[in-house]
């Protein structure tokens, strides 16, 4: 795949097989989330990889939120069918909040384009905010918990989602 069929091809993933993904594609995906711009160039993330019980019980925690957000349990599903889920954290780099989230946001895309180019579905999840300290707490991680990427081989065909037009964002 070119740039463009990459860019054109990533899709949100919610339904996973249960084909398990080599370590060397998940080292793949996350040297690209590397090579992202960062502010300051502080690389303010850190990362923890998870598979089976332990993504299973971020699940769980997951869960016990429902009633908080119509699309929680859809989202702890999805957690539950990837083979793999990325934990991202905050490593504060003392730069400013603003700027470390775009970074963390560069960071995950790169990560999330990766997978897509080697033919792996991903999920970019944020509703994992949710229990961003049950996660730290759980992991034994004393950072925030920002996002997660779930990982895995696709099991759907997704029709793009709609985007707003060129003339709808481009302010006269
Ligand atoms: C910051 C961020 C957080 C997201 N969090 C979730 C989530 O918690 N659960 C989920 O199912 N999708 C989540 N998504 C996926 C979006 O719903 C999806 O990107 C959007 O609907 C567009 O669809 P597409 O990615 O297939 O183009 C998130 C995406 C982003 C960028």
């Known amino acids: ?21 080599d370590d060397s594609l998940i080292y793949d995906i996350i040297n690209s989330g590397i090579l992202a711009p960062s502010a300051h160039n502080r ?16 699940a769980s925690l997951l869960l016990k939120k429902a009633a908080l957000d119509n699309s929680i349990v859809s989202t702890a599903n999805v957690i539950k069918e990837a083979p793999i889920l990325i934990v991202i954290f905050y490593d504060d780099s003392g730069n400013s909040r603003d700027n470390d989230m775009l970074s963390l946001g560069a960071f995950i895309q790169n990560m999330h384009l990766k997978a897509t180019s080697l033919g792996l579905g991903s999920l970019w999840i944020a509703n994992t905010n949710y229990i961003k300290k049950e996660i730290s707490e759980f992991l034994k991680i004393d950072l925030e918990c920002i996002s997660c990427l779930c990982v895995g081989y696709s099991d759907q065909v997704i029709k793009p989602r709609p985007r707003k037009k060129l003339e709808e964002i481009v302010v006269s």
């Open 1 to 21: 795949m070119n740039f463009d069929e990459v860019i054109s091809a990533r899709r949100s993933v919610r339904k996973y097989l249960e084909t398990d993904v």
């Open 43 to 58: 690389q303010p993330w850190k990362i923890k990889i998870l598979k089976r019980t332990d993504k299973d019980y971020i």
